[in-house]
């Protein structure tokens, strides 16, 4: 039997260059792993997705920790995370390792993805599931040459922006966002009930006592969209930001504050960005509520 690697079919699945992978291995790797991260660690279990924070709570990296499943290896697992905190997040894991008998290993393996919710394989990779939300297909971590035939990555950021899901340095800051802000509470990447990890009590402050203004949300533009890095304003006041932009449908994802916006629509005054009227939408993965207005006046939609 040929062990060559199957071509995908075209535009079915892109290679994401902005991705590095991170290999954890070693007895202690899932009881390392759980007293640091904000996910669930699970070495039988599906992928997650999760955060490791500063002790005040804030977003170092987030990333899919990802069960390899190697039955000759024990508990291992991968870090699929950006390329840009990945040596951020591989310093900072090293040094809380300590005495654990844990290695960790930066690698050149490669991070494929589809929009398809099909299982995409290759020999010798490992493929799971977004587990932030369902429509956002499927992953795998392989060689870089796992596939033959490539599609086009801009397809996979076509459908990120559609759907609102916030990618970290562009639609929130690494170092300065809480992970409500980056929706990780809507996505499933804090588990609430779990022991106590680097940054807990602030999280769980804000997840109790429902403290969390700040939210990502869907954009559509009416007309030509601005630049990245936007004010979003109303009236005289800073709502928030434009984040990731596609131009060519009108759409983007914004992070903003919700009572400024309730604020703003009280007031009468219709949200904007570089001079462009924006409708503000809820991303289709959201729980939360945006503020309402009168429907004939409301640049706000909590449809799905």
Not at 9 to 22: K, Q
Request: a neutral charge; hydrophobic letters at 45%; proline letters at 7%.
């Amino acid at each position: 039997m040929s062990t060559a690697p199957q071509p995908a079919a075209p535009h079915s699945v892109m290679r994401l260059a902005d991705r590095s992978v991170i290999a954890i291995d070693g007895e202690d790797a899932a009881n390392f792993l759980a007293g640091l991260v904000t996910c669930a660690v699970d070495e039988a279990g599906p992928a997650r997705f999760g955060a490791l924070l500063t002790p005040q709570g804030k977003i170092i990296a987030d990333f899919f920790l990802v069960p390899r499943r190697n039955p000759d290896a024990g508990g291992d697992f991968y870090l699929d995370a950006p390329q840009a905190v990945a040596d951020a997040l591989f310093k900072r894991l090293t040094m809380y390792r300590l005495r654990a008998k844990v290695r960790l290993a930066a690698t050149d393996l490669a991070v494929f993805a589809s929009t398809s919710v099909a299982e995409i394989e290759a020999q010798g990779a490992t493929s799971y599931a977004d587990p932030r939300f369902a429509p956002m297909g499927q992953r795998l971590i392989g060689a870089a040459g796992s596939f033959g035939e490539l599609g086009d990555a801009a397809a996979y950021e076509a459908q990120r922006i559609r759907l609102a899901m916030p990618q970290g340095g562009r639609d929130f800051a690494y170092g300065d966002a809480f992970p409500h802000e980056a929706g990780m509470d809507q996505f499933g990447g804090v588990d609430f009930d779990k022991g106590c990890y680097v940054g807990q009590e602030v999280v769980s402050r804000t997840q109790h006592r429902g403290l969390a203004r700040t939210r990502i949300v869907a954009i559509r533009f009416s007309s030509e969209p601005p630049a990245e890095g936007v004010a979003i304003t109303a009236g005289d006041k800073t709502l928030g930001k434009i984040g990731s932009v596609n131009r060519e449908a009108g759409r983007a994802i914004g992070l903003i504050r919700l009572d400024r916006l309730a604020e703003s629509l009280a007031a009468g005054a219709a949200p904007g960005a570089g001079g462009a009227l924006i409708t503000i939408e809820m991303p289709p993965w959201a729980r939360y509520r945006l503020p309402e207005i009168a429907p004939h006046e409301n640049p706000i939609s909590n449809n799905r």
